[in-house]
Nanobody, 123 residues
Framework: QVQVVESGGGLVQAGGSLRLSCAAS????????MGWFRQAPGKEREFVAA???????TYADSVKGRFTISRDNVKNTVYLQMNSLKPDDTAVYYC?????????????????WGQGTQVTVSS
């Protein structure tokens, strides 16, 4: 069983920064594609960013240039550095792991999910 645990959410003013962390358990966790999604109140969950074990990554247009995804394969941990935060970034952020090697931007492409961490950006 793979466990995915997020941390690092909180309250920040617009223009500020936060770094989210996501630890994945499992012997082959370092090979998983890891993704970040978010869900704002009243909205559907949306893709934020994803990264392969090799470091190849992709981002949603709404966060390009502001967010950076990275991973430490030794620690089986993925990070999401969020800069220049906006009130529209307020959401519960979820980390997910995909066993398949394809890097999906859709939540159905991921097998294991964390509980989520709240990010609130005040104006």
């Amino acid at each position: 069983q793979v466990q995915v645990v997020e941390s690092g959410g909180g309250l920040v003013q617009a223009g500020g920064s936060l770094r989210l962390s996501c630890a994945a358990s499992g012997r082959t966790a370092s090979s998983y594609v890891m993704g970040w999604f978010r869900q704002a109140p009243g909205k559907e969950r949306e893709f934020v960013a994803a990264i392969r074990w090799s470091g190849v990554n992709t981002y949603a247009d709404s966060v390009k240039g502001r967010f950076t995804i990275s991973r430490d394969n030794v620690k089986n941990t993925v990070y999401l550095q969020m800069n220049s935060l906006k009130p529209d970034d307020t959401a519960v952020y979820y980390c997910a792991a995909a066993v398949a090697r394809a890097m999906s931007t859709m939540d159905v492409g991921y097998d294991y999910w964390g509980q989520g961490t709240q990010v609130t950006v005040s104006s």
